[in-house]
């Protein structure tokens, strides 16, 4: 097996073995390539949601119901709660009234329309407070650490040692004069940011080690704008991920509360829970009266869990390169 | 890639070969297609031969290790030629073949001795574990004992008692000496040896390759060793093979490449390292100067040898106020260990030196040895127990945060970890010119002029500007950390390992920047590194560091011709290749 092709040149004995020049050519040390496009992690995040169907179906699904939200008007001209008659209790689906009848005779369709509010309303307050909280919470505590950590953390881990739909149901007894939208958010809210709070941690723990957060501070940058400018851009991608899955667990907290009986006055607000609690007791005979509600609640709380779920797995690139 | 490829070391000797590898094909498979990480690797292993593979990273030298026993990692397949182990072709095996192979006919130690024991069971476990999955011996005493036979031929002292120990209980030197009784428990006749070294110290490297080497020549096992040092490569292996992109480009007896390196990527590797360059001075044998290279763009930058014959003509006997001055300096660590307890760790020990301006000081030293957190002390992100501090004729100590600021104008520092230190999510432009707004340096417009000024010193493209760092390669990525600590136009920089991350060529492409950076810039460098080769050919003055303590500072002549301590011969011995006579 000595040399038996390969021309190559000044070949000084038979075991030295040149590859031929011209076909292993010598590259420019460490050129700079730009046939790429600009990519950094939420590029290549967008990239990678783009071509998920998941992503796509879940996010016109959304906006679709956020537009119901906002103009229940345009999808129904039947009042939800008025001109109810007792006549029609229970009854099916008739001639503009598409799903039927409640138990009041009101219009089951133009509810779940009108609830759509109510339900989305709840959740993005509840998300507003808790990523604000948490983030405050988890950040501070993650970059600083020592004494203020210790003291944010075990606070965190009070809240987080009680049930929040528990204490939900406490704080709305105490409020059951006057109950509303802000109200049952803040019930939910104030027991659920720990879980934000220690996700950021622990992103924050990880990132303010690297050494780019050191060159920042030998610029002189100060503490606060380094967390700022440099720790939190870096660390916020998990905190998404777990807003948009709490969305979801924060519009079944709502229904929950509202199906148990100390959510919102059904006199003034309609909503989902209520119904799907009010339908229960004749779910063997019209079930339709809990079914379509229910189905409002569950596909909306599907499709932030699956927006959430495509997410996670754009923004964590060790999942994306397992795959 | 056809059959009539060469067969790079083929052997004139009667007899099959222990290993040949034909026209070995490699992809890997990821979303835009297959990637091709071996085009026809072609070579053969005798009969208790060693042989080495160099090349720099990515150019597939490890995929061939792992391709040998079958062992490719994540989406990688093996897509055209032979692996004949005794005329068995082993890319073909079934899984029960290959199984009786590994490990009993073909040992392997891999790269990272941290991540290759599992923390959660002893080390006993495991060695016992590999001896009964390869049929050394059954019965729990006569397991056992084996066991502590491959330990004590590893060389640990007390085996009996290590067996019970965990893997964190171990220094990364004992681990690899673990790894390696574990790849020859089985006496296997060929050792596939994947940068073993590469995460240790110098010295630690030295002991543990002497150790591999005098137990593989007892048994008579073939060694495969693949590494990214070639100095270190001609000096344990009898023959090399040189890969660039997937192929092989050289393969002969080590010292013939060497001394004849007849393709240009081979010629361009040995003018670029730089232990077998700064050994090359004192023979001053082969002018490489002449060396032509086949590419334009930095290619001058490459050879070492003239960068240092400048440097000894630079070294200006600079006067006036020293620009860092270090007077008993220490800092002491407190280690937490619970229940409110903790001892204390002397980092840095009692250490003076002073940097006349405009020159290069190194800090020599094996992890540990508390060069890092000098660094550290002296950037203001620590603060230090006693001693003074003093930049440009100022204690730093004294300094309230206005003058601190003040003083990050004019020192800058560039750290280690290529892909560390940029932030990943703000391009490259704005990194540049972060200091710039945080210190209020011009407006808009002339920041956006001296970025791209900054840009074109460390000879980048303008366009990278809007670029972002993931886009780039470990040796850009570190030019682009120079251009940012060059925004300030500071008198001093701390460089804290800028170039251990690098491959060879890359470092000594970053080392002639620096270089021409100082000469241009009349800067004053703090260089921080474990790697004496290197210090040869950037620094004027040396301080050899152990355990927290200076054991020796001198002039970088004087530590090279005429070390005084022992610490210091050990250092200079144990650089890879030091040892290879370059010839006549």
Redesign the interface.
């Known amino acids: 097996?000595?040399?038996?092709?390969?021309p190559?040149?000044?070949?000084?004995?038979?075991?030295?073995?040149?590859?031929d020049?011209d076909?292993?050519?010598?590259?420019?040390?460490?050129?700079?390539?730009?046939d790429?496009k600009?990519?950094?992690?939420?590029r290549d995040a967008w990239r990678d949601l783009r071509r998920r169907p998941i992503f796509w179906i879940s996010a016109a699904f959304i906006l679709l119901i956020g537009f119901v939200a906002m103009f229940p008007g345009l999808f129904t001209s039947t009042p939800p709660n008025s001109g109810c008659l007792l006549a029609n209790s229970n009854g099916g689906p008739t001639d503009g009234h598409p799903l039927g009848f409640t138990k009041q005779g009101c219009d089951v369709y133009s509810r779940i329309i009108h609830g759509t509010s109510t339900s989305l309303g709840v959740g993005f307050i509840v998300i507003l407070l808790t990523s604000v909280t948490g983030i405050i919470f988890g950040s501070l505590s993650g970059f600083f650490g020592g004494f203020l950590d210790t003291v944010l953390m075990r606070l965190g881990d009070i809240f987080f040692s009680i049930p929040y739909i528990l204490a939900a149901v406490v704080i709305m007894s105490v409020f059951s004069e006057n109950r509303n939208i802000l109200v049952i958010a803040l019930a939910i809210g104030v027991f659920a940011w720990p879980t934000t709070a220690r996700v950021l941690r622990s992103e924050v723990l990880r990132v303010k080690n690297?050494?780019?957060v050191?060159?920042?501070?030998?610029?002189?940058?100060s503490k606060l704008?380094i967390l700022f400018?440099?720790v939190l851009?870096?660390s916020i991608a998990p905190v998404i991920v777990v807003t948009t899955l709490s969305l979801g667990a924060a519009i079944t907290a709502e229904a929950t509360l509202s199906f148990l009986g100390v959510g919102l006055p059904t006199s003034e607000f309609m909503s989902w829970g209520n119904d799907i609690s009010q339908a229960q007791r004749d779910l063997r005979t019209n079930p339709q009266t809990l079914i379509f509600p229910s189905i409002a609640l569950t596909s909306t709380v599907l499709a932030f869990i699956l927006l959430g779920e495509a997410l996670r797995d754009a923004l964590d690139p060790k999942a994306r390169a397992l795959r | 890639m056809t059959a009539t490829l060469p067969t790079p070391l083929g052997s004139g000797a009667a007899g099959a070969p222990l290993l040949e590898v034909r026209d070995l094909q490699v992809g890997f498979r990821t979303q835009g297609g297959v990637v091709h990480a071996l085009n026809g690797v072609s070579f053969t292993i005798e009969q208790g031969e060693s042989v080495a593979i160099v090349g720099e990273s990515g150019s597939g030298k490890s995929t061939t290790a792992a391709a040998i026993i079958n062992l490719l990692p994540g989406s990688g397949q093996i897509l055209g030629g032979q692996v004949l182990f005794e005329g068995r072709d082993l890319a073909t095996a079934s899984r029960h073949e290959l199984e009786e192979v590994r490990g009993k006919q073909i040992g392997f130690v891999p790269q990272d001795p941290m991540s290759n024991l599992n923390p959660v069971w002893s080390i006993g476990f495991q060695v016992e574990e590999t001896i009964r999955a390869n049929g050394l011996a059954s019965g729990k005493a006569a397991v056992r004992k084996k066991a502590i036979e491959v330990l004590q031929s590893a060389g640990l002292a007390d085996a009996d008692k290590r067996l019970r120990q965990y893997p964190h209980q171990f220094s990364g030197g004992m681990r690899q000496r673990v790894l390696i009784g574990l790849g020859l428990s089985s006496s296997p006749k060929l050792l596939i040896a994947d940068e073993p070294t590469s995460a240790l110290d110098v010295t630690v490297q030295r002991r543990i390759l002497d150790h591999l080497e005098s137990l593989t020549q007892t048994v008579g096992t073939s060694l495969l060793f693949i590494t990214h040092d070639l100095g270190l490569a001609a000096e344990r292996a009898e023959k090399l093979i040189v890969m660039y992109k997937g192929k092989i480009v050289e393969a002969g007896p080590s010292l013939e490449l060497l001394q004849n390196p007849l393709h240009p990527y081979t010629q361009r590797l040995i003018a670029a390292a730089p232990s077998l360059a700064s050994r090359r001075i004192q023979s001053s044998s082969k002018p490489l100067g002449q060396l032509t290279h086949t590419e334009a763009g930095g290619a001058e930058g490459f050879d070492l040898i003239t960068a240092a014959e400048e440097r000894a003509e630079h070294v200006s006997a600079a006067g006036g106020v020293p620009a860092i001055e270090i007077a008993n300096l220490t800092k002491v660590f407190k280690i937490r260990q619970g229940n409110f307890r903790s001892t204390e760790f002397t980092a840095v020990d009692d250490v003076s030196f002073t940097v006349a301006k405009g020159t290069t000081t190194a800090l020599v030293g094996e992890s540990g040895s508390g060069k890092s957190t000098i660094a550290k002390l002296l950037l203001g992100l620590e603060q230090s127990t006693s001693g003074a501090l003093t930049v440009q004729g100022k204690r730093i100590e004294k300094m309230n945060s206005r003058e601190l600021f003040a003083l990050r104008r004019s020192m800058q520092p560039v750290f280690q970890d290529p892909y560390g230190s940029l932030d990943p999510l703000t391009n490259i432009g704005n990194t540049i010119a972060e200091p710039l707004k945080v210190h209020k340096v011009g407006d808009r417009e002339s920041r956006r002029e001296r970025v791209f000024e900054l840009l074109e010193q460390v000879s980048l493209p303008k366009v990278l500007a809007g670029r972002y760092p993931n886009e780039l390669s470990g040796g850009q990525r570190q030019r682009v950390a120079i251009a940012r600590a060059l925004a300030l136009k500071p008198d001093i920089v701390v460089l804290d390992e800028a170039v251990s991350a690098l491959d060879v060529l890359v470092q000594a492409q970053i080392l002639r920047l620096l270089a021409d950076l100082q000469a241009e810039l009349s800067l004053t460098y703090l260089f921080i590194t474990h790697d004496l080769a290197v210090v040869r050919v950037i620094a004027d003055n040396v301080c050899v560091m152990q355990k927290g303590k200076i054991v020796e500072a001198a002039t970088t002549d004087e530590v090279f011709d005429n070390p005084r301590e022992q610490y210091t011969r050990d250092l200079l011995d144990a650089i890879p290749g030091a040892g290879i006579q370059m010839g006549i």
Do not use: C, Q
């Open positions: 097996m000595s040399d038996i092709s390969a190559t040149p000044r070949t000084r004995s038979a075991s030295h073995y040149v590859a020049v076909e292993t050519p010598v590259a420019e040390v460490d050129a700079v390539k730009l790429e600009p990519s950094n992690l939420w690297s050494d780019f050191m060159a920042a501070e030998a610029t002189g940058l704008a400018r440099h851009p870096n």
